[in-house]
């Protein structure tokens, strides 16, 4: 009886998710098709933090067809419409996450690892709302990610330093780090 309602419920927040969407979509004199209605209820189906191309997955392994550029030009209008927000960017990968129906949360985000932590403060809420009405601003929504060091990496230590970079000079030409991508801040 259980898994009954917990389908109710998800068959529920799919239809109100959708019916959302679809009166965004009218205001904006656009239509709900098939393919951004497969793309709600896949993003409806994941938890957590995700890059597209895991959402464009779960859309081939469904046997659901729609191109890449259907996938990343209906994430930003599902972004506006309230269903999912970008979350974090790690790596130089924005992720999202899905958040109709989910409480609010913020992250703190490992620069050296990713490692993602999810947690709620009220004081930052209160905060937030304090600063806007200072402003005149009625907010609409927000996101916080606060970028930091872990204690995992912590107890790592700090990182190699370069000490031809820390000196301001160019490292060589061809050398061993080459071609490699410049490493994160701390």
């Keep these: 009886m259980r898994q009954g309602r917990t389908d109710g419920a998800e068959e529920a927040r799919r239809r109100a998710a959708l019916e959302r969407f679809e009166r965004f979509l009218h205001r904006k004199a656009l239509r709900l098709t098939e393919a951004r209605a497969a793309i709600v209820e896949a993003a409806l189906a994941r938890s ?5 191309e895991d959402l464009i997955a779960d859309l081939k392994a ?20 309230g269903i999912l927000q970008p979350a974090i960017i790690a790596a130089d990968t924005k992720s999202y996450e899905t958040t109709f129906g989910r409480g ?28 806007a009405a200072k402003h005149g601003f009625r907010l609409g929504g927000h996101y916080h990610e606060l970028v930091g060091t872990c204690p995992d990496c ?14 301001g000079a160019a490292a060589p030409a061809g050398g061993e780090n080459a071609g490699a991508p410049e490493p994160r801040p701390r």
């Design 48 to 52: 957590g933090h995700y890059p597209i």
């Design 62 to 81: 469904r046997g659901i067809r729609g191109s890449k550029a259907t996938v990343y030009r209906t994430l930003p209008l599902l972004a506006e419409a």
């Design 104 to 131: 609010h949360h913020d992250h703190l985000l490992c620069s050296d690892c990713g490692r993602v932590v999810e947690f709620e403060f009220e004081a930052f809420e209160i905060l937030q709302r304090e600063v």
């Design 154 to 167: 912590l107890l790592k230590g700090p990182a190699p330093v370069d000490e031809a970079a820390e000196d």
